[in-house]
Nanobody
Framework: QVQLVESGGGLVQAGGSLRLSCAAS????????IGWFRQAPGKEREFVAA????????DYADSVKGRFTISRVNAQNTVYLQMNSLKPEDTAVYYC??????????????????WGQGTQVTVSS
C-alpha cells in the first residue's frame, strides 16, 4: 500500500507560482510512476503531468507545457509540481497518483490505484 499526501496549494494571483508536493509513505515510491491530475468545478478530472519511476521521462498536458515542471526526489519519497505563470483556468483541486501502469498509460487516471486527497489551487485574475 502507498499513501500519498499533497500539499502546497493555496490562493495566488495570476502570473504567480506555487509548488505542490506529493509525499509518499507506506512503501517506497521509487519504483512507481507518478501522475498529477486536476479537477476544476463542474469538469472532469484531467491529466496534468507525469514522471517515470526513475525521473528520466516526463510528460505534460499541452495546457501546462512550458509553465509546469514535474520532478521527484526518490530519497525523500516526494514528487513536486512547480507551477509558474499561473492562470485563472489553472484553478482546480490537484491530485497526485502512483502506480506502475507503464509509460504508455501515463495519462490514464484509471491506470493509477493510489491517490492523494487533493490540494486546492485557486488563481485569481
Amino acid at each position: 500500500q502507498v499513501q500519498l499526501v499533497e500539499s502546497g496549494g493555496g490562493l495566488v494571483q495570476a502570473g504567480g507560482s506555487l509548488r505542490l508536493s506529493c509525499a509518499a509513505s507506506g512503501r517506497t515510491v521509487s519504483s512507481y510512476q507518478i501522475g498529477w491530475f486536476r479537477q476544476a468545478p463542474g469538469k472532469e478530472r484531467e491529466f496534468v503531468a507525469a514522471i517515470s519511476w526513475g525521473g528520466s521521462s516526463t510528460d505534460y498536458a499541452d495546457s501546462v507545457k512550458g509553465r509546469f515542471t514535474i520532478s521527484r526526489v526518490n530519497a525523500q519519497n516526494t514528487v513536486y509540481l512547480q507551477m509558474n505563470s499561473l492562470k485563472p483556468e489553472d484553478t482546480a483541486v490537484y491530485y497526485c497518483a502512483a502506480d506502475q501502469p507503464g509509460w504508455a498509460y501515463r495519462r490514464l487516471e484509471n491506470k493509477y490505484d493510489y491517490w492523494g486527497q487533493g490540494t486546492q489551487v485557486t488563481v485569481s485574475s
